[in-house]
């Protein structure tokens, strides 16, 4: 077996969710990331733990929502209880084709989503997601496989406690902070308030690869226009040049380029879908291009995105006076930070250009 597989497979148990003896691991997977399934049955076999396997079509998945009504939805109880089980999640991400379910309707996509919704609020604390490197997302990537498979591993097999220190120091940037303005060309400027939300340090244990610091803003506290100039993914679709225009935290006004129909899906999803739920901020420099997976596009260093949707139960304090966004969705967005571009913090520009204040060649 390749060796990168096999040190994928250690990451995970050992980094990502700390199995441990006896633990209930619940591992889903397509079929194309086989390789990967076997060596994490490998791992967990000598770590002495009890693996459940639940294996992923997409084929399955696209013949089923094709013929549901978005009115039929209901809770798939059994899934719940498997979940609930467990005592730790593996969630491994690849795709043969990743266009599989672009012909399902949108509104159907958003109502298995708001009727499984909790499921995720049962979900293990030790969780993670990972990719694959399977033929159909590096052909999405427009790489070939093997440049893709070495893409990924580069991405996921790394120094995480280096990257840990790195990240660091702008976690303790955002973690004092209020206001938070993202600046980018003539189409982006936004402004949010962060006071009393976590800033939280991914460095590759709930998503491998890592490679990002996020938080939540205040849901009421977004103000202005944002410009999505990279695509986004969504079950399928891909959307196009994203447009949305913020006023005391909802939207309330978007466009796209192509597929406006999925976008406005995602915003109609609930109540929550048209406010933020993160604020995401990439430093994974492994991840150099753009390959329509949001698992690795997300963490492209000169990059910043922000999710509509549900915030992360780790940029919320339990006991705090602020409450985060809530929604059945997340979904990511990406706006490209390199060029004529800055993040300011408390009117303190902390990023210009993609170039952190605590790197090299950051200038004032």
């Given at each position: 077996?390749?060796?990168?597989?096999?040190?994928?497979?250690?990451?995970?148990v050992?980094h990502?969710?700390?199995?441990?003896?006896?633990?209930?691991?619940?591992?889903?997977?397509?079929?194309?990331?086989?390789?990967?399934?076997?060596?994490?049955?490998?791992e967990?076999?000598?770590?002495?733990?009890n693996?459940?396997?639940?294996?992923?079509?997409?084929?399955?998945?696209?013949?089923?929502?094709?013929?549901?009504?978005?009115?039929?939805?209901?809770?798939?109880e059994?899934?719940?209880a498997?979940?609930?089980?467990?005592?730790?999640?593996?969630?491994?991400?690849?795709?043969?084709?990743?266009?599989?379910?672009?012909d399902?309707?949108?509104?159907?996509?958003?109502?298995?989503?708001?009727?499984?919704?909790?499921?995720?609020?049962?979900?293990?604390?030790r969780?993670?997601?990972?990719?694959?490197?399977?033929?159909?997302?590096?052909?999405?990537?427009?790489?070939?496989?093997?440049?893709?498979?070495?893409?990924?591993?580069?991405?996921?097999?790394?120094?995480?406690?280096?990257q840990?220190?790195?990240?660091?120091?702008?976690?303790?940037?955002?973690?004092?902070?209020?206001?938070?303005r993202i600046?980018?060309?003539?189409?982006?400027?936004?402004?949010?308030?962060?006071?009393g939300?976590?800033?939280?340090?991914?460095?590759?244990?709930?998503?491998?690869?890592?490679?990002?610091?996020?938080?939540a803003?205040?849901?009421?506290?977004?103000?202005?226009?944002?410009?999505?100039?990279?695509?986004?993914?969504?079950?399928?679709?891909?959307?196009?040049?994203?447009?949305?225009?913020?006023?005391?935290?909802?939207?309330?006004?978007?466009?796209?380029?192509?597929?406006?129909?999925?976008?406005?899906?995602?915003?109609?999803?609930?109540e929550?879908?048209?406010?933020?739920?993160?604020?995401?901020?990439?430093?994974?420099?492994?991840?150099?291009?753009?390959?329509?997976?949001?698992?690795?596009?997300?963490?492209?260093?000169?990059?910043?995105?922000?999710?509509?949707?549900?915030?992360?139960?780790?940029?919320v304090?339990?006991?705090?006076?602020?409450?985060?966004?809530?929604?059945?969705?997340?979904?990511?967005?990406?706006?490209?930070?390199?060029?004529?571009?800055?993040?300011?913090?408390?009117?303190?520009?902390?990023?210009?250009?993609?170039?952190?204040?605590?790197?090299?060649?950051?200038?004032?």
């Amino acid at each position: 077996m390749d060796p990168r597989v096999e040190r994928h497979a250690e990451l995970i148990v050992d980094h990502c969710v700390d199995i441990q003896e006896n633990d209930d691991v619940y591992l889903s997977a397509g079929t194309v990331a086989e390789d990967l399934v076997v060596a994490l049955h490998a791992e967990l076999g000598k770590r002495g733990a009890n693996p459940l396997l639940s294996w992923s079509n997409s084929a399955a998945s696209r013949a089923y929502h094709r013929e549901m009504s978005a009115d039929d939805y209901t809770l798939n109880e059994h899934s719940r209880a498997a979940m609930e089980a467990a005592d730790a999640l593996i969630a491994i991400r690849g795709d043969e084709n990743t266009a599989e379910t672009s012909d399902v309707p949108p509104e159907n996509l958003s109502a298995a989503q708001r009727a499984n919704q909790e499921i995720q609020e049962v979900r293990p604390d030790r969780w993670v997601g990972t990719q694959y490197p399977a033929p159909g997302n590096a052909q999405k990537a427009e790489m070939s496989t093997e440049e893709y498979e070495a893409f990924v591993w580069n991405a996921v097999n790394k120094d995480w406690a280096a990257q840990h220190e790195h990240q660091q120091q702008l976690v303790e940037i955002l973690d004092d902070a209020d206001d938070v303005r993202i600046k980018s060309g003539e189409s982006t400027d936004v402004t949010m308030n962060i006071s009393g939300m976590n800033a939280v340090n991914d460095d590759g244990r709930k998503n491998l690869p890592g490679g990002e610091v996020f938080t939540a803003p205040v849901p009421d506290s977004v103000e202005g226009h944002v410009t999505f100039d990279k695509p986004v993914m969504y079950l399928g679709r891909e959307i196009n040049d994203a447009e949305l225009t913020f006023e005391n935290g909802e939207v309330v006004d978007y466009s796209a380029g192509q597929n406006e129909d999925a976008l406005g899906a995602i915003l109609d999803t609930d109540e929550g879908a048209r406010r933020l739920g993160e604020l995401g901020i990439g430093m994974n420099r492994d991840i150099d291009q753009f390959t329509y997976n949001m698992l690795f596009d997300e963490k492209m260093g000169d990059t910043v995105h922000m999710a509509v949707g549900r915030a992360i139960d780790d940029c919320v304090p339990e006991d705090g006076d602020v409450e985060g966004n809530e929604s059945a969705t997340h979904v990511d967005m990406i706006v490209d930070m390199s060029e004529d571009s800055f993040i300011e913090v408390d009117g303190e520009v902390v990023q210009r250009d993609g170039t952190f204040r605590f790197e090299d060649g950051f200038e004032e």
